[in-house]
């Protein structure tokens, strides 16, 4: 049996800031239906399903129990990912390499719009002993750790302005994107402080939609009229503790992106991969994820975004899509939102956003303030 592991289809709802007329049943309904028509394959079809949800994020318990109907997996095997979108990919992997499955359907929604208290929801993953009566907020220890990335890989307030700046403006071109505009780097540091350093802008805004991505063994892709193939995928965490974390380096990333590089057999990611797909929850973790991906070294990624090296048609293009910070933040679907992206470079089909000769590309996800959780995955047209 071979090893190899491909993406052969996906199902992308168009983000929304609200989508009142539908709820997430019907989204997720949606993106399933586009991701088995994308691989050319019936529900009867897929062995195995997988749902990546939060039971925080949904307002319910056991939340994938809610998901058997959209996806066409009734009386069939499904099981949730309370976690990061790459580690649901990689759950899918791990099903297909021990020849349980062939074909297995990848599902997470959002609907941001129904959550009234974002923060609020957010702190409840904060340790309730020492750092939750403290009333500490998620975008105040982003804060924290941006400043002090700042500090040691000397990254000037303008770069990360930037970050905003060309992410926003290239989701313009995405039709799938909620939040593309043209702003300015002035528009940008003059938004309403959050938390020292951060800004109003700097944050991504949140977004409705669903995703679905269906993985495949070697001879269920070769079946598939458009395969991209997993080349390696890695994922990590580190504590979630506040007092026991590297609040300048995203370590998480690091190890993720060794674990996947080794997988797929990368060397020297700079000149192997041809453009990557990484969490900007926060702009200044564009940066961050850049050096600790060994794509840019320390320093190095605020002056590639100030001389324009990641934008869209640059010599490393970053976040073509948009990013979250142009498409939108829609919590554990984030990292399917990219990892669909990346597929669609590689298939050519990214329209006005496509990267030219996109050959080999890097996702790379984040699961949020407070965990140190992330995964890297390495996608190739061969």
Sequence with gaps: MSDRVAIVGVGIVPLRVQSRERSFRELTF????????????????????????????E?????????????????????????DGLQGIAAAVMLVRSGIADLVAVEAHCKASNI??????????LDPAYERPVRVTPHAIAALEMRRYQQDSVIPDEAIAMVVVKNRRQALANPVAAHGSSISPEDVLSSAP?????????????ADGAVVIVVASEDAARRAPKPVWIRGIGWASDSPWLAMRSWGQASYAQLSATMAYTMAGITDPPREISFAELDDTY????LQHLEAAQL?????AARWI??????????????????????????DATALYRTGAAVQQLRGEAGRVQVRNASTGLVLSWRGVPTQTGGAMVLGAL
Excluded: W
């Design 306 to 331: 100030m001389d324009g090296h990641t934008r869209q048609g640059g010599p490393f293009p970053v976040n073509p899509s948009g990013g979250s910070l142009g498409m939108g933040y829609c919590f």
């Design 194 to 206: 959050v938390a020292e350093p951060l800004r109003t802008l700097e944050i991504s805004p949140y």
């Design 296 to 300: 840019a070294s320390r320093g190095e």
């Design 283 to 286: 702009a200044y973790k564009e």
């Design 116 to 125: 009234v208290s974002h923060q609020q929801v957010l702190a409840m993953a």
């Design 59 to 83: 307002g319910t318990s056991i939340t994938d129990e809610y998901t058997p109907d959209q996806l066409g997996a009734v009386l069939r095997p499904v099981h949730t990912v309370a976690g």
């Design 30 to 57: 949606e993106a399933a239906a586009r991701a088995y028509a994308d691989a050319g394959i019936t529900h009867e079809e897929v062995d195995s399903f997988v749902s990546v949800c939060e039971d925080f994020h």
